[in-house]
């Protein structure tokens, strides 16, 4: 085989990419990824050290975490940032353990090879092939230590646009460099590693805790909104990706120029905070999830500034690149990518800016709109009127239908659950799974909508925490009395680090769909399924069945 991943839900036969990824990710860049993420665990293998000596650098974590993020699924394609950011971390890992064996008064001659390997260039490609996932031959510790890594890097993602916002975890930081090194750990057992998975889960808690502070703090608490998913008669910008940090600077910098700012997939959200509401240029949200961008940014004419994932490759037919920019960890060859902050001032989005005014305005796709903006604040405000609601039966049970949507025709199941949902039950959702269902009209339960959308992927926490709350309201021992069922979509590694945040919160007889992790190997499937419950979705009708029935 060429090249090997299995990191996200559309891998090849659900065992893995061996020629070229389902997504479109070529050799090459796979093994560039393969190389910068064992560099990355040689660098957090001598500072984990470190830190158990009393050093730690705060900055190294972020670098760390945005290496990993830069390899999530369809995040970055530009082959020149992972060859720079190996030799960076190569150059950090070498600074950094000098120092440790400093302190230590002796060498690291029974280091890990990641922590001792040398390499040039001209070598990346042959040694890269030999770091990557296969280089694990047990089947059962490789699963636990990619479940881990994957779980890192959905942290990893977190915690950079908390960082952005000037919000820090020390744990959080602290645990990158732990739980990365302990892949490279040849001495660890099968039941550490599966306590580290768990821990794992309890720093994506901790992580998404703190996002949430940093966007609520800086933003606004998001409150119930009616988004325009129409056109304006101005040319726009469309914005796409997580970064709300991004987006608030470049609303700020075109505000008066007869520019329209859109949405698109992940960043919908942004149109629920305060703090973006007053902008009048801020028109609303275009189009629907990652994966119809290509029609998408086809039809929208103007300039698309991509914060984050999910990129899909472009197609011939496809005339928009001269017009997409990239920023932050996010990269494609051949478009113009803003650079990042320097000396505390704002990215420049001039360029994005000069296109957008030479654009058409946008194709009209659809009229309408979308109701969203129900994160933990706004519906634990309605605390009592929703135990109200259930106490008289109005109510009969909540589902959780959040994470991500994909390409797969087996995702209408998703559509079809919320469908088919008898009346009394609401339906909470985060991500971009709820594209699947979130232009359904479904109606309302005592004027509380049946479709309550929280935000972004990271704002499952809001959907824990109104759980938990809920649990506390009733006067409940353990959540998973209460009268919810999680139903989740997965497609990347933020979903990864989401599924394990809630496993380590106590939820269990989770289901998620359509397939389990291909990286879950029998053996630890089991462990996981035995423990937590844990259920791949099967059919609408079955599975409604079974949740309705608890």
């Known amino acids: ?77 530009d082959e020149k ?38 390499i040039s260039k001209d070598q990346y490609e042959d040694f890269a092939a030999k770091v990557g996932v296969l280089r694990t031959e047990n089947e059962d510790v490789r699963s636990l230590r990619e479940t881990i890594t994957y779980g890192l890097k959905g942290i990893g993602a977190y915690g950079d646009h908390a960082a952005m916002l000037g919000f820090m975890d020390d744990d959080v ?22 306590a580290l998975v768990i821990k794992t889960g309890d720093n994506a808690v901790k992580v998404m805790a703190k996002l949430d502070e940093a966007n609520t703090t800086t933003y606004g608490n998001p409150e119930p909104t009616h988004v325009n998913i129409g056109v304006g008669k101005n040319p726009g910008i469309l914005v796409s990706g997580h970064d709300l940090k991004d987006f608030e600077e470049l609303l700020i910098q075109t505000e008066g120029k007869g520019i329209d700012i859109y949405t698109h997939s ?38 698309i500034l991509m914060t984050t994932n999910c990129i899909v490759p472009l197609r011939k037919e496809n005339t928009y690149l001269d017009k997409m920019f990239t920023t932050g960890m996010a990269g494609y060859p051949g478009a113009m990518h803003i650079a990042d902050r320097t000396d505390g001032k704002p990215k420049d989005f001039s360029p994005v800016i000069a296109v957008a005014l030479k654009s058409e305005p946008p194709k009209e796709i659809e009229t ?77 339960i005592n004027g509380i909508p049946r479709i309550l959308d929280a935000g972004q992927c990271n704002d499952s926490y809001s959907l824990a925490v109104i759980a938990l709350k809920l649990k506390e309201v009733f006067g409940l021992d353990d959540v998973n009395d209460l009268p919810i069922s999680f139903d989740l979509g997965w497609y990347e590694q933020k979903a990864v680090a989401v599924l394990l945040a809630l496993l380590a919160l106590g939820f269990k007889n989770i289901q998620i769909g359509p397939t389990l992790p291909g990286f879950l190997s029998p053996n630890v499937a089991k462990v996981i ?22």
Not at 290 to 295: A, K, R
């Open 1 to 77: 085989m060429s090249m090997f991943c299995y990191q996200c839900q559309e891998t090849a036969r659900n065992l893995g990419c061996t020629v070229r990824g389902v997504c479109g990710k070529p050799e090459t860049l796979a093994k560039l990824m393969d190389l910068l993420i064992y560099s990355l665990r040689g660098l957090a293998y001598v500072s984990h050290k470190l830190i158990q000596n009393g050093k730690y650098y705060p900055e190294d974590s972020i670098f760390v975490m945005q290496g990993l993020f830069s390899t999530i699924t369809n995040a970055n394609w």
């Open 81 to 118: 940032v992972f060859t720079d950011l190996i030799d960076k971390a190569i150059a950090l890992r070498d600074q950094r353990k000098e120092e440790l064996c400093s302190i230590l008064g002796q060498k690291c001659d029974k280091c890990p090879e990641a922590v001792t390997f040398t």
């Open 173 to 194: 930081n602290k645990f990158m460099m732990e739980g990365l090194a302990a892949t490279i750990d040849d001495s660890l057992t099968a039941d550490e590693l599966v």
């Open 266 to 303: 992940e960043m919908l959200p942004a149109n629920y905070y305060p703090a973006f509401k007053k902008f009048d240029h801020f028109h609303g949200n275009y189009g629907s999830s990652w994966w119809h961008q290509l029609e998408d940014f086809q039809n929208f004419n103007g300039a």
């Open 368 to 444: 309408g709109e979308i109701v969203g903006g129900f994160a933990h604040a706004t519906v634990l405000s309605l605390a009592d009127k929703i135990v109200d609601a259930v106490k008289s039966g109005a109510i009969k049970r909540f589902v959780v239908m959040a994470g991500c949507d994909g390409r797969m025709p087996s995702r209408k199941y998703f559509t079809e659950v919320a469908e088919k949902l008898p009346e009394d039950t609401v339906i909470l959702t985060a991500g971009c799974a709820k594209y699947r269902y979130i232009k359904l009209n479904l109606g309302d």
């Open 529 to 550: 399924i035995d423990t937590f419950g844990l259920k791949q979705t099967t059919n609408a009708e079955d599975d409604i069945a079974a949740m309705m029935a608890n």
